[in-house]
């Protein structure tokens, strides 16, 4: 089976520069990591990306659309799609042969080969719980890894260019099933695992 959709260039490439950074390197010992989730519904696609200590989703409406469908696409192939200026719209194509076309502008076409390992849903569901918590009390402090909320803030700073509006707010996680977190309010979500806590960041943090 065929599956065809079609999203807006700006969106897209915005969307990769936000998340595949945040992917686990191609060395890692969890190489499903190394992946990026595309997952596409009649809401529209959302790109996922973790390396287990930080993680980000970022949303990309459709033009045109069709069946449900999710695949991986390796991170580093995905990091090197460059769409020239002036292109609109991105048509992707997933094959029954577990490949993916991307087709823009004058017909420059490119295919990836879909990863075939199960990505971790719990990645997904911390990303969403994060995205909808309570309001942290005004002064509250959240134990984020300063290096890691950088790198995070480095990356929706790309999707920014979307949104002139979006803010970036740590969240304190309430327990080790809630972590603490660093949520872009806009189309793009992400969390920040507590696992290496060096410093406190004070909530909260806004992009520059």
């Avoid at 519904?41 to 970022?58: E, F, N, Q, S, W």
């Avoid at 090197?80 to 719209?89: E, H, L, M, N, Q």
Wanted: with cysteine; charged share 20%.
């Amino acid at each position: 089976m065929t599956i065809t959709f079609t999203v807006p260039a700006r969106n897209l490439s915005a969307a990769i520069k936000a998340v595949t950074p945040l992917a686990a390197p191609p060395a890692s010992d969890t190489p499903v990591l190394g992946y990026v989730q595309f997952r596409v519904t009649a809401d529209g696609l959302t790109l996922l990306a973790t390396d287990r200590y930080v993680a980000g989703m970022a949303f990309v409406p459709l033009i045109v659309g069709s069946d449900d469908a999710t695949f991986l696409l390796r991170a580093t192939d995905v990091k090197a799609v460059k769409i020239p200026a002036g292109v609109t719209a991105v048509t992707f194509t997933v094959h029954g042969d577990d490949t993916v076309g991307l087709t823009y502008g004058d017909g420059t076409s490119m295919t990836f080969v879909q990863g075939d390992q199960a990505y971790p849903e719990v990645v997904s569901g911390i990303i969403r719980d994060a995205a909808y918590p309570s309001d942290p009390e005004a002064g509250e402090s959240a134990p984020l890894d300063v290096a890691k909320l950088a790198q995070f803030a480095a990356c929706a700073k790309a999707y920014k260019s979307l949104d002139k509006h979006l803010r970036c707010v740590a969240r304190p996680g309430a327990s080790s099933k809630k972590p603490s977190s660093v949520i872009v309010e806009g189309h793009f979500a992400g969390a920040i695992m507590p696992i290496q806590m060096e410093r406190e960041a004070v909530a909260p943090v806004w992009l520059a």
